[in-house]
């Protein structure tokens, strides 16, 4: 991509690319389909819930999605002309360009920008086989350089650096790091810069290769040792280029910045919702400013005037001012996920690209001070060297000029060879340095192929494999300790000072935990000496993770890289009995696991690890708080017994005094961030006791609220019949687990709260409709509080809504298992409506319990807009659909309708009384008759409700039945066992419906005999 003249002299717009990448293992599992579909330079995004599509079009888009094969680890395109777009397409505009322009002597910046896990690092940096865009530039910039050795002489320096959390970490410094990061200054000729960045010499791509594996190894121990995650990092390689072209006698500096940015959905934050505690602001700050600084740059292109662009803000829009709006050729690289869970993701990354394309740069070619110098010294030379030759009198004055000139140039000279002679120092001194590293590398090697050894795995797989510790003949201490030389050194959350020993002996390698240190292998929590297998995972600490690599011998041809983080989560999961095979192993041909579930799977082993770490953090720093996943409404049902989304909370406890809070999991993410600010400045202190923190300000403390323990379900179809019901109701926690036995009824009762009599039950619920409806609930009492059993200091409450009311609370009751409740809340509906009626039969009532902790408010009903009778009963079912508004002429057809009926009517009744007077005879039988109807519908009332009774006992045997499952770790026995008790429940179970129904019909069908017997006319 060669600059046109244009470009050259004016503005340069931001070039924007896009890039998808295929699928990745989640996805597939969640038989994800693809929502982006791309032509020439346009990428389209389909809306999976069916909403328009967006097309957006860019200057390159690459198409990585599909049409690729893979041999050995490499991506190629499937056949020739496949649109599949390899690492090498990327290069071909985007690095090309970027390379051009160094040469050329502009600055030039290439950004890689999206959600985590879109393929920016792949992009940037490349991975085994597939080398990205960064290693490529390199080769081919010193490829260049050597090209033209004869007539340039040329200079790079090379920096690495870190944003985590507005700190600058050099990644490229061997010295101790200095607290709170490095600082950002500013000159009014330089800019912003970052003091005291080590800048490397290089003069091979090989050495740079080299400076990034360092840079990456000081990265990884930066993540576990601050236990920061590196998609929440930018990382920033600056490649300073200084070409001398003797010929010409000009120089041209220009700098290549290259920024892995942090993963894009951090910008908008973690907390979706409300937390009392802001947002873990610093992380965020340098994305968030980011984008505001490109929405105000693209206003400011679209001839907005005024805008304040924001630079300032952050660490990262200051180190990227040039590159945004001004001295610099810009690229950027916006990777998508192709999959429609990410839909939401990819649109506000494809808006952001959008939004960048318009920014306008101004690059111009740098030439250095000196340069200039030389230029305009000669410049000089020649005008006094034609004065000299016109104005021979005035030799005195010219030849004074002349030799002040001479000096001058001199100096210049003196002062470019100082620079050379600098150059080559350092650049001697790097050359040694990476003689050394490089050494210690092959030494690496060569140490691999003979001993066994532990790998680092990072939830980065970038990160991952970078660490290796050799287990060599003997006993080594592995933990904090480096003090002796038989010690492995290891950092991290939970790590102790002596944490275990690894013994190497006749070719077996054991690990032998030391007490009260945590080591989990395969999984699996171990306090006791084991011997590893090649390609066991260790998790040391909380969450320090390695895959053991066993003696060559033991090495086979499998591939190592199945084992990675998600691995080894997983396992950890399934040992605490989550797993996939027990949501629906997903089927590897059709991938049909509910993705709800999944999704729920994936959380509950992303959130893992942080809740380890939590917990570490919060025993180091005393909070005596303790963190649990839990997945809620795993048992739980709506009002019409569908199953509820299941969602991961996160369970909070007290040790202190049992108060118990409930987050969210974007809450508790959030809150992880906080608790890490918090944790590395106790370190920062020296890691001693804890100064007091306020309240307000602690991420392990909230308020204390009111708990939903669980819910009951009281079925209303007994109403439609008005019949009444008595239940005790087993009160289910979102795991399952029975919280309570609740005691409540169901009363159809008289306006004035009067029982009605089973001459009132109805045997067509139709009966109802427009006419009044009076029931009372009644909660009687609460038996068997679990909530109280563990700690007496606490209260409950239950809450429920009955159809359009609003939601009502029992007051609280306090300090007993066994609470009597004893409300008794009277509702009326003044014409039953269809929707009531059609409420009544399919839905249940559904009774949330409530746990109060001391120090909570109780929560209390709000009675605004609700409508009571004289007697003080609750209105409910007002909505009913009378037409507000009815057309006069339908109005007009209804009127003659009736009038019509009315004489009909008339003529009936005539006729009615004419026959009444000739049959007196008849009047006896007519009697008897009403009094035989009335009898059969009593007594087919009573039969429905013996059968609707009947029905909640079977109905709490399915439940039980729902319910009943075997414990993760049941061996074949106890799985025995449990296919027997399930099989004896299921014939109760079965029984107990057949004598319901059968029981129900004998009543129908006698009903009707002795209807037949007495008289053959009722119809
Ligand atoms: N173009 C691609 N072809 C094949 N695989 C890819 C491609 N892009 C990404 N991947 C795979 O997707 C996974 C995630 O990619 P990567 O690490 O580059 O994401 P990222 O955007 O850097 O995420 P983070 O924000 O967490 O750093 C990697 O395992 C990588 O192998
Ligand atoms: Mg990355």
Redesign the pocket.
Known sequence: MKASPAEMAGKDCVKVAV?V??F?KRERDAGSVCVVSMASSSVTLQDPRGGPSRCFSFDHVYW?HSGFSREGGR?LAQEPGSRYADQACVFQDLGEGVLQSALQGYNATLLAY?Q????????MLG?GPNPGLVPTLCHRLFHSLTQHQESLQSQVFFSMLEIYNEQVVDLLCRGPRAPGGLRVREEQHRGFYVEGLRRVPCDSAVQVEQLMEQGTRARTTAATHTNAN??RSHMLITLQLKQMFSRESITKQSSITLV?L??SERQRGSSSEADRLKEGTAINLSLTTLGNVISALADVALGRRGVHVPYRDSVLTKLLQAALGGNSRTFMIA?LSPADICYEESLSTLRYADRAKRIQNRAVVNESPTERLVKELKVENARLTQRLGRLGQEGKRTEEESKELRRLLRQNELQIRAIQTLWEQNLQEALRDWEQQYASITQERRMMQVHPYILNINE???LSGVVKLFILEGDWDVGLSDSSPRCISIRGLGIQQHHAVFSNSQHRVSLTPLPGSKVIINGNSTSQKAELQHLDRLILGSNSTFLFIGYPTERGEEDWSRYDYDYFQSELAAAEGIHLHSQGEPSSVSGQTDPSLLAVFYDYIKLMPMLAEANQMSRELHKEVEFKLEIKNLALSDARGHDLEKDIVVRVTSLKNSQVWLWSKSKFVNRKYLMEELYQQHQAEGGGEVGPVPRERDPFWDPVEPLLLGKAHLWLQSLAFRIALDEQLEVLGSEGTEEAILQAQLIPCSPTGLSLSEEDILIDPSELLGRRLDFQLVLDRCCGLCWLRQSRNRGVQIGFQMFDCVQLFTPAVWHNVNPLLEQRIHFTSLQTSPALLEHLQTNALVLELWGLQEGCVEMAWCLEGVETTPEGSFIIDQASDTPAVCPVDSLQRDLEELRRQNSALRKDNSSLRDQLSKAKHGRRSQAERSSQRSSCEVELGRSLKVFYHSMTSVRALLQGLRRHRPSEDAGLQALRLYVCEQAAQLKVFSEELEHSVAALKQDVAAIVRRKRERSGTWS
Do not use: I, L, V
């Not at 985590?116 to 992009?123: H, V």
């Open positions: 890039r990448r295929p990745n990585s991506y999206g985590t896990g879109s393929g920016k690092s792949s992009t991975h590196s998609s892995d942090a993963g990777t980065d797989a970038q």
